[in-house]
């Protein structure tokens, strides 16, 4: 699979150029960017060409792996999609319910297959024990902490400068990653009702479609000190957590790519695909809807 990045920012810089070029199953082809400069530049220290003009990289390989903030992703997945072009999708994969559904139909209508890059999804020892505690069921409540120091002060993260999370905050940026997990364990949300905490800090609780409840703390502006990420569920099986990370983005970006070339291969969607961003998209709308009138929304 010839495959193309689109985007040069950090993102793209430190996880996706380089696992592309390190992946046996794929053919690394170019380099696209807003800034034609950057993408030569990141191209070249991969031995790729930097494209300009994105049609001409569309015409040229067969899939895209894209690293840019939500709300330019959608309209360039769209185009990619409709040029027959493979997706693999950043999260979330827009900022808008309309443009999420624009991409979740867009990947139906031309046959591609899609996989959103949820780390965590993708992790190594959290990928089988979200599928474990899925099969088990019998879940009861659920419980996730994602509370992040991006923009805490003395920040040093290469993320702090990121219009997207500073304008969207915690809900759209690390809001995704929770979900992503609970919804494979707990089944769809069904209603969601969001409480505003200190700064960016939002908590949300969530009602799902098998009976299960849930509820997640996520912040961007949490003290450096009180930083960190938990999950932990309970039910008829007792208590059960998620496994800590014990690697980086890198590995886990390797077993979407797998997920994308299997779904290419086979013509079956996967799971982690279009058809679940856009339903994460309708949660965090939901979510902000809530924020908004103070109370409790149908999702």
């Not at 699979?1 to 996880?15: C, D, F, K, Q, Y």
């Not at 098998?210 to 961007?220: E, F, N, V």
Request: hydrophobic share 45%; net charge negative.
């Amino acid at each position: 699979m010839r495959i193309g990045l689109l985007g040069t920012g950090p993102w793209a810089e430190r996880v996706h150029a380089p696992v592309l070029a390190e992946h046996p199953g794929l053919e690394f082809a170019g380099v696209w960017g807003r800034r034609p400069e950057a993408a030569t530049a990141l191209g070249a220290a991969h031995g790729v060409p930097g494209y300009a003009e994105l049609d001409r990289l569309l015409a040229e390989v067969d899939a895209v792996s894209i690293a840019l903030p939500p709300a330019v992703q959608a309209g360039l997945a769209l185009r990619a999609a409709e040029a027959g072009r493979h997706l693999l999708l950043d999260k979330p994969v827009a900022l808008t319910v309309p443009d999420a559904r624009a991409v979740a139909e867009a990947v139906r209508a031309h046959k591609v297959a899609s996989v959103v890059f949820f780390t965590v999804r993708f992790g190594g020892d959290q990928l089988p024990w979200i599928e474990q505690q899925a099969a088990r069921g019998g879940w009861f409540t659920g419980r996730s902490d994602w509370l992040g120091s991006v923009f805490a002060p003395g920040s040093t993260s290469p993320y702090a400068a990121s219009p997207w999370r500073l304008e969207k905050g915690a809900l759209w940026d690390v809001g995704p990653h929770a979900l992503s997990v609970l919804l494979p364990v707990l089944g769809d949300a069904t209603r969601v009702t969001a409480v505003a905490g200190p700064l960016d800090t939002v908590h949300l609780v969530l009602r799902h479609a098998g009976g299960a409840s849930s509820t997640l703390a996520l912040s961007l502006t949490a003290p450096a000190g009180a930083g960190g990420t938990g999950m932990e569920l309970r039910g008829e099986h007792g208590v059960v957590q998620l496994p800590e990370r014990s690697e980086g983005p890198v590995a886990a970006l390797h077993r979407a790519l797998d997920a994308l070339l299997a779904s290419a291969a086979t013509g079956e969607p996967h799971p982690c695909g279009a058809d679940f961003g856009l339903r994460v998209v309708e949660i965090l709308a939901g979510a902000e809807h809530s924020l908004a009138i103070g109370g409790p929304v149908e999702v």
